[in-house]
């Protein structure tokens, strides 16, 4: 099989996650935040992003990963969604990755909660496993998606 | 596609956009022609308009629109020479035909051709009326007329003694002097006008308009930042970019702007068509409809106004022989009025009808049991009046064509109110009804304060805030109250209660509770009452951009947008009235659309008393006079201890005897022990002794001059007033707390 795929790939909590990358808007280093109260404790605030204001949801949160320690600054991937621009707060970035569809795998069903909500498949790359998350899901922060968006009330 | 087919579509679509407006200039023109502002440059604006849509469908092969049109301009040719004079049947059927016409129009926009709908009924009628209205009663008419002669002696100008023609309910009316009856009448547009406008499509100019608010944000940034550095060059750079930004802002504005007549062109022809289906004789009158508002709130206003125009003509203005009757002129009046006041505009919907009957509106709410017709007896002229704005409610006698179908003032009132607007409306009866809108310029760019809590700024909308009140020193430590752990603010001897924005939202710590700070609170208006928000700092106020919030957020109502401030971070937009929702400072919906009227009380010359409401039981309302209540406290069940039969806590070192309210009060049902996990005790002091009055649930405080309508019959109930428009019995402490616990005054003694 020669068809292949290509994935904008981060680091969150350890694990090595990956976005289409025709999704990906673009990646920007970290950027002042003002934070929304009484919103869901995954959206960490909001950036202006050239004059537009784009909602920042903590992965580690919405992924029910450890929080990121104190200190470290989080990078944003800017995703196109649906419903306008959105930007994902990662650990750290990662190369553009060309991967064969041939070593794509469904998500085992040991995978549960959130992560099998969120995660679309692995692609079992030489040295490690890249696991895809499905943006649209992932923007999507309505009840039936996880129990991570309690509000504060 | 081919070349041949999409230059078709693009002609036709020519064709709509020009046609629709002609159409509106015909209908306007010859609403004042029957008006009687007459002249041959109007009739050559008339006939212009059939002919040249006739002209277009001809050569675009619509043959249906062509001939349609074609035999009205036979007729107009006729009015135009002289030839006829114009009737109010001729005006219906010209009326008529640019209906039919408009028609068509939709039915080539929808499907790409003319349609097949049947106006023979209205050929026939044109035709018919080519040979019916000769001209010889108008003397001296020559011939033949010139297009574009100015002679007086036109024919057009109607004379009121015109032979009146059979089937015509509306007669021809006096002549009005012009600034009545404008946009028509204007002199006519001087063709000059038409070449120097272009048509812009809406998106591009939307497009502009937010870039326009993105430079208005950068330059906000420059101008901030650059007065940091100290080289002149770049400062008088930046300040001519500050200059030139608000002047193209202000002119980007200004292309959004319209002027409120476009709304109001159509009025005219409605009121006409109304009246006349209805009977009635209507003279409408508008002025300021050069008065400007941003494109959006036009759209918004367009359907609301319309409303009220139409319940005006259906239930305010009378028939011509009940107006006679009252000794009014027979012909009412409609009038329509546009200002701008201190950056809103202000509309005005006034007619000279018979008023609201408000006896009628009470027993139309009584009937929908929208409330209790006790409730109905105790309502103010003002109370009666918010009436009309409860959903579901409809005045109208009858369903008819025009209005009475239930969906009304309260949808007119959602409307305006979601675009920042407030309506309000007084009526006097035999005299009329004015109804007084008010809404914000643009929405856009606003004035906004900012305000800095919690370490975040907010910027809240001008249009909500009503003044500052800072406390400092003692004042800070004093001015505020606790009432039942809720902090309240005597503004002007009101109370004012007060939401902490640290608090609501939970950051940073909460102000201006302990000793020595500065208290800042915004007093605020939300739903027509003012409560007071309490900030860490006042800074500034700023012309904001308003942003969407993202889909993630859209469940917030304490937020209606975002902002870009000056140093490019972002700051949140405050929804008054979602903010005060959530820290309940405002009543539930119904005491809301009721609110009590102050000036009715003050106006009394009764003594105004601070009143503890609360519940015991699921309906039964009390009330004690605040001074009674020492203080307000809720204990978790599980407190209670009992010494004998009597129920006690643990009390600021004390043990608190506990009454249960309900139990001692003669012709209550429901027994108070049931309830939740906490109780709410009124703690009552008297020498040195306290006692705790367990009550459901407490309500509200409230200022009223009380008036004990009902003596008491039943023990511990020193009688019953009406509160807040509800029957509330008043409690008789004393009473109660003998016969709860006899040796409570005698030990004190």
Redesign the interface.
């Known amino acids: 099989m020669s068809t292949s795929s290509q994935f904008c790939t981060f680091y969150v909590d350890g694990l090595f996650f990956g976005v289409d990358v025709l999704r990906v808007q673009e990646v920007i280093r970290y950027q002042?935040?003002?934070?929304?109260?009484?919103?869901?404790e995954v959206?960490s605030?909001?950036?202006?992003l050239?004059?537009?204001?784009?909602?920042a949801?903590d992965l580690r949160r919405r992924l029910v990963l450890s929080e990121r320690p104190a200190g470290q600054l989080p990078m944003n991937v800017v995703v196109r969604t649906d419903?306008?621009a959105?930007s994902l707060l990662v650990d750290e970035i990662g190369d553009v990755l060309e991967v064969d569809e041939s070593t794509f795998e469904r998500p085992p069903g040991t995978l549960t909660g959130v992560a099998r909500q969120l995660v679309r498949g692995v692609y079992k790359l030489k040295d490690r496993l890249l696991l895809i998350i499905d943006t649209q899901q992932t923007?999507?922060?309505h009840e039936k998606n996880g129990a991570a968006l309690k509000?504060?009330s | 596609m081919s070349m041949n087919e999409s230059l078709q579509q693009d002609l036709i679509k020519d064709l709509l956009v020009e046609s629709h407006e002609g159409l509106d200039r015909f209908d306007r023109e010859l609403l004042a022609l029957e008006q009687g502002q007459g002249g041959s440059e109007r009739m050559n604006t008339i006939f212009r308009v059939i002919h040249t849509l006739k002209g277009t469908a001809g050569c675009l092969g619509l043959g249906k629109i062509e001939q349609t049109a074609h035999r009205g301009e036979n007729l107009l040719s006729l009015l135009r020479d002289g030839k006829l004079t114009t009737s109010p049947e001729m005006i219906t059927t010209l009326l008529a035909l640019s209906d039919a016409l408009r028609g068509m129009l939709r039915t080539l926009e929808a499907t790409g051709n003319d349609g097949e709908a049947d106006h023979s009924a209205l050929l026939a009628r044109l035709e018919q009326l080519q040979t019916a209205n000769p001209v010889a009663a108008v003397p001296a008419a020559p011939a033949a007329f010139g297009l574009f002669d100015d002679e007086p002696a036109a024919p057009a100008p109607l004379a009121p003694a015109a032979p009146p023609v059979a089937l015509a309910p509306v007669q021809p009316r006096p002549s009005l002097p012009a600034h009545d009856v404008a946009p028509a009448a204007e002199s006519p547009v001087k063709s000059s006008v038409a070449d120097s406008a272009i048509r812009v499509d809406i998106g591009q100019l939307d497009k502009v308009m937010n870039l326009v608010?993105?430079l208005v944000?950068?330059r906000n940034q420059i101008v901030a930042n650059t007065t940091r550095f100290d080289q002149a060059a770049l400062l008088t750079a930046s300040q001519r970019l500050n200059i030139i930004t608000t002047e193209l802002q202000e002119s980007v504005m200004k292309t959004r702007m319209q002027p409120i007549g476009n709304v109001w062109a159509k009025f005219p022809r409605v009121v006409r068509d109304v009246a006349h289906e209805l009977g009635k004789k209507i003279r409408l009158v508008m002025d300021g409809q050069s008065t400007e508002l941003d494109r959006t709130i036009i759209e918004a206003i367009k359907d609301p106004l319309t409303h009220i125009v139409r319940n005006s003509i259906d239930h305010g203005i009378e028939s011509p022989e009940k107006r006679l009757a009252a000794g009014k002129p027979d012909e009412g009046l409609l009038s329509l009025r546009a200002y701008h006041e201190g950056g809103q505009v202000n509309i005005e919907i006034m007619d000279d009808g018979g008023g609201i009957n408000l006896e009628r509106v009470k027993a139309k709410a009584v009937a929908q049991n929208l409330i209790t017709s006790e409730q109905a007896g105790r309502l103010t002229e003002r109370e009666a009046i918010n009436l009309i704005f409860l959903p579901g409610l409809s005045t109208a006698e009858k369903v008819s064509n025009v209005s009475g179908r239930g969906v009304g003032m309260d949808v007119v009132k959602t409307n305006i109110e979601k675009i920042g607007g407030s309506i309000d409306l007084s009526t006097q009866a035999g005299q009329g009804t004015t109804l007084k809108i008010k809404i914000p310029l643009t929405l856009a760019i606003i004035p906004a304060l900012i305000v800095t809590s919690?370490g975040?700024r907010y910027a809240i909308p001008q249009v909500s805030l009503l003044e500052l009140v800072r406390l400092e020193g003692t004042a800070a430590g004093q001015g505020i109250e606790l009432l039942y752990g809720s902090p309240v603010y005597r503004l002007r001897g009101q109370l004012l209660p007060l939401a902490y924005l640290n608090e609501?939202?939970?950051?940073g710590k909460i102000t201006g509770q302990s000793r020595d700070e500065v208290v800042n609170i915004i007093v605020l208006q939300a739903d027509g009452r003012p409560f007071g928000l309490v900030v860490d700092e006042i800074n500034d106020t700023e012309e904001i951009v308003v942003?969407?919030?993202?889909?993630?957020?859209k469940?917030?109502a304490?937020?209606a947008g975002?902002t870009?401030m000056g140093d490019?971070?972002?700051?949140?937009i405050l929804d008054v009235v979602g903010l005060a929702q959530?820290a309940n400072v405002v009543a539930e919906a119904r005491d809301r659309n009721v609110p009590e009227d102050k000036s009715r009380l003050t106006g009394s010359g009764d003594q105004k008393q601070a009143l503890l409401l609360f519940n015991i039981g699921p309906d039964r309302r009390m009330a004690i006079p605040l001074a009674l209540a020492a203080r307000l406290e809720e204990f978790p069940v599980t407190k209670i201890e009992r010494t004998g039969a009597q129920e006690v806590v643990q009390y600021r070192g004390q043990i608190l005897p506990l009454i249960r309210v309900a139990d001692h009060v003669a012709g209550s049902t429901t027994s108070s022990s049931a309830g939740g996990d906490t109780l709410q005790v009124v703690v009552y002091s008297e020498n040195g002794r306290s006692v705790g009055l367990i009550v459901g649930r407490i309500n509200d405080i409230v200022e009223e001059a009380l008036t004990i309508q009902r003596k008491a019959s039943a023990r511990g109930i020193l009688g019953s007033a009406v509160v807040q428009n509800k029957v509330t019995d008043l409690l008789d402490v004393p009473a109660l707390i003998r016969s709860a616990d006899p040796s409570f005054y005698i030990s004190a003694a």
């Open positions: 002042e935040m003002t934070r929304v109260p009484l919103a869901s959206v605030g909001l950036i202006n050239r004059g537009q204001i784009v909602t949801i419903d306008g959105v923007v999507d922060l509000k504060v | 608010g993105e944000l950068a919690g975040d609501q939202f939970k950051v942003k969407p919030l993202g889909k993630q957020l469940g917030l304490c937020f975002a870009i490019g971070r972002v700051a949140l959530h």
